[in-house]
C-alpha cells in the first residue's frame, strides 16, 4: 500500500459493498503521509452510531503475485471508527476486472487482462466491522444515476491526467510514404503549457529489421503541427492513424543554456 514493499496491509474484497474503504488508523499509519480530500458524499449504516466518513485518500495498492507484482490506483473513503484496514468495494472490482476463483480446494484473486493471480483466504465474516466488532454496512446517499455520475467523473479525471502527463508523439491521420523518400506527417503533442517542445524521434524497425523509418528531430511550436517522416526502406510504408513517432521533450531541460557553459565552451559555440 502507499509504497511497495512498505505498510503492508490486509485487504478484504467485498462484493457487496458499493464502495472502497479504509480505516483512518491505517490512513495515519501509513508510512506515506496520505492527504485525506472531502468528495462525494456517503452515508455510513452501522450499529453502534460510532464510525463516520471523513473524507477520500487516493492511493495506489501492491499485490505480490508469483508472476511479479501488480498495482494500481484506488480512491478509498476514509472511516473513522472502521476495525477493518482495507476493503475493496464494487466500484474497482469492476474497474480492474477483478474475479475471485476457486480451484482444488484454494482461493485466487484473478487481475483481468495481466493474467496474474494471488492466492487468498475465504473469510465468513459479513463485511466491515467497527471498533467493538459490530457489522458495519456503507450505502451509497445519492440516486443510481448520481452514483454513475461520480464514477464517470473519476474516470474523466484519470483520462485528463494521463492526457496532461503524455509526452508521446501521435500522428492524426494514416499516411503513406513512398521508398527513399521523406514526407510532412501531421501529429499531435501536448506542449503540457510550454511554447515549444523539442521531438526525440523513435526509429521504427521494418520485419526485418536491418531497414527502417522515423521522423527527423525539430522543435515544434503548436499541439498540432507536422514533422518529416523518412522512409529508408526499400518499400512503401503505411503509417497509421495514432502511431506513436517520438517525445515530445521540454527544450529548456534538454539542450545546454550559454549560462550551464563555461567561457571557451560559449566563445566557441557556432
Do not use: W
Not at 76 to 98: E, H, P, R
Not at 162 to 171: F, G, L, Q, S
Not at 172 to 196: D, H, M
Amino acid at each position: 500500500m502507499s509504497n511497495y514493499g512498505k505498510d503492508k496491509t490486509m485487504v478484504m474484497i467485498d462484493s457487496g459493498s458499493d464502495i472502497t474503504l479504509i480505516s483512518e488508523n491505517t490512513v495515519k499509519s501509513a508510512a506515506y503521509q496520505l492527504k485525506i480530500k472531502q468528495g462525494f458524499r456517503i452515508n455510513l449504516l452501522e450499529v453502534t452510531g460510532k464510525s463516520k466518513v471523513t473524507g477520500y485518500v487516493t492511493l495506489p495498492l501492491y499485490f505480490d503475485t508469483n508472476e511479479g507484482p501488480v498495482c494500481f490506483v484506488v480512491e478509498a473513503y476514509v472511516v473513522k471508527g472502521m476495525a477493518t484496514s482495507l476493503l475493496i468495494g464494487n466500484d474497482y472490482s469492476d474497474q480492474y476486472s477483478l474475479s475471485i476463483r476457486r480451484k482444488e480446494g484454494e482461493t485466487y484473486l484473478d487481475f483481468g487482462e495481466s493474467n496474474r493471480s494471488v492466492r487468498i483466504a475465504n473469510s465468513t465474516s459479513p463485511g466491515p466491522i467497527d471498533d467493538d466488532g459490530k457489522p458495519l454496512k456503507a450505502s451509497i446517499k445519492a440516486s443510481r444515476s448520481s452514483l454513475r455520475t461520480h464514477r464517470e467523473a473519476q474516470r474523466v479525471r484519470r483520462r485528463e491526467k494521463t492526457r496532461m502527463n503524455d509526452d508521446k508523439v501521435r500522428t492524426v491521420e494514416k499516411v503513406k510514404i513512398q521508398p527513399g523518400s521523406c514526407k510532412k506527417v501531421a501529429v499531435r503533442i501536448n506542449l503540457k503549457g510550454k511554447g515549444s517542445a523539442y521531438i526525440e524521434p523513435i526509429l521504427q524497425m521494418d520485419g526485418n529489421g536491418d531497414e527502417f523509418y522515423g521522423a527527423m528531430k525539430c522543435i515544434v511550436e503548436s499541439e498540432e503541427c507536422f514533422v518529416q517522416v523518412c522512409n529508408f526502406t526499400k518499400k512503401p510504408i503505411m503509417i497509421p492513424k495514432g502511431k506513436i513517432l517520438g517525445k515530445a521533450l521540454n527544450p529548456e531541460n534538454y539542450f545546454d543554456r550559454p549560462e550551464s557553459l563555461s567561457k571557451e565552451e560559449n566563445d566557441n559555440a557556432v
